[in-house]
């Protein structure tokens, strides 16, 4: 049985409902349009559009929009990636029309005013600013780029200051048209609702809302040659970042990895490259890994920061790890203690309603399914520690990764 329900409307946008007896709501919208999605010369319109949201609609002005849901304590956001666009909402179970209302003003009735676009290329500009300020965050966008050049996904989700500054009306009127597929966008909802009664409040508002069929035709990046990069900064410490393409969401890998992540530099202090760069040799303050998954792609990287005389043994001490792990099966044991650890954190990551929420609005659109988590724990389950090896020596292959160094001049 499942612990979900969808309705689809006739205009193709989805409702998702998951049930909670708590009095209060977490929500989403989700749409299949992101960074990836822009034209050249246009990169970060998709995060300028999130912003231009919360201006001004045919309705409310900037004040009254901004106003709408935090006069009753809820709390409204959003964030763009390279392949989506998601606004949320926290509030008291009360106000959920409140907020559908809300939703589909700013989502549908955006009139993009030029004072407005001004005013926000502004902050942008702003944010690109202080994000290039912050090299433990910059250094991930200039290895993204290098590890898909020439292709969108490289581009900084921010754009930069050049096509950022010339942004305008028709480039926004031209992405959305091509971009806001009516029957890619997900309305979910956690809560104490009657889906009956949440599905006819959602036809009250959604349901006048034009069909768009239009298909996007994103292009699955090409092949990448390995190198390392060495950047003068003006910084006191050296940053490094290093990786290469990795499984796409839909892989049968995908859990595999996600599990060698965890054991080598996932979530706590008790993974390997942490034990051994940080307790055992003290010269990295911090140092993790991360995988992500993409329709069509995935990225795998380790960062970390360190004293510019102490990065090569810190690097060495990486490929120390990686070679351990393409050389040697996991024992018995120590696969047993790895699935128990990440089952662990991601039932408790369950207790975050509104990134699970947002996980299942994310899954219902690219699988048209939502798993659920003793089908998630089945999975990471069936790896086996040959998996584990056959892909070490495929994600971490030396021949297939980027290095990319910060180093102060």
């Keep these: 049985m499942t612990d979900h329900q969808v309705h689809a409307l006739p205009n193709g946008i989805r409702i998702l409902f998951k049930h909670s007896p708590s009095p209060i709501t977490h929500c989403c919208f989700v749409l299949n349009a992101g960074s990836r999605d822009e034209l050249p010369q246009k990169e970060g319109l998709a995060h300028f559009i999130e912003h231009l949201l919360f201006k001004e609609t045919e309705r409310r002005n900037t004040p009254q929009i901004l106003n709408r849901l935090e006069l009753v304590g809820a709390d409204l956001n959003a964030y763009t990636t390279k392949e989506y666009t998601c606004i949320h909402a926290s509030l008291l179970k009360q106000h959920l029309e409140r907020t559908v209302d809300l939703f589909e003003d700013i ?81 979910a909802v956690y809560g104490d609702y009657d889906f009956k009664k949440l599905v006819k409040l959602c036809e009250k508002y959604f349901g006048s809302v034009p069909e768009n069929t239009n298909q996007k035709n994103r292009i699955t990046p090409g092949e990448v040659n390995s190198g390392i990069y060495h950047l003068p900064k003006a ?29 080598l530099g996932g979530m706590g202090m008790s993974n390997r490259l942490n034990l051994e760069i940080r307790e055992k040799h003290g010269i990295a303050y911090t140092i993790e890994s991360n995988y992500t998954s993409l329709t069509d792609t995935g990225i795998f990287s380790i960062y970390f920061g360190t004293d510019a005389e102490k990065a090569d043994k810190a690097l060495k001490l990486v490929h120390k790890e990686l070679k351990r792990l393409r050389d040697n099966k996991l024992g018995a044991v120590q696969l047993k203690q790895a699935k128990e650890k990440f089952i662990g954190q991601i039932a408790l990551a369950e207790e975050s309603r509104m990134s699970l929420i947002v996980s299942m609005a994310k899954s219902l659109l690219d699988f048209n399914r939502i798993d659920s988590l003793e089908d998630i724990f089945a999975r990471i389950n069936a790896v086996t520690a040959e998996d584990l090896l056959e892909i070490s020596n495929e994600i971490f292959d030396n021949d297939r990764m980027i290095t990319l160094l910060f180093e102060p001049k």
């Design 235 to 263: 910084i006191s410490q050296t940053h490094c970042i290093l990786g290469g393409r990795a499984y796409p969401s839909a892989h049968k890998n995908k859990y595999g990895l996600l599990l060698l992540n965890n054991v």
């Design 107 to 187: 989502l549908f009735h955006s009139t993009f005013p030029a004072e407005e676009m001004e005013k926000e290329r502004g902050v942008i500009l702003d944010e690109i600013s202080s994000y290039l300020d912050q090299p433990e965050e910059a250094i991930q966008d200039d290895f993204e780029e290098y590890l898909f050049k020439g292709h969108p996904i490289g581009n900084n989700i921010l754009g930069t200051p050049e096509s950022v500054g010339v942004l305008n009306g028709d480039d926004i009127k031209q992405f959305t048209t091509a971009n806001n597929n009516t029957h890619q966008m997900i309305f």
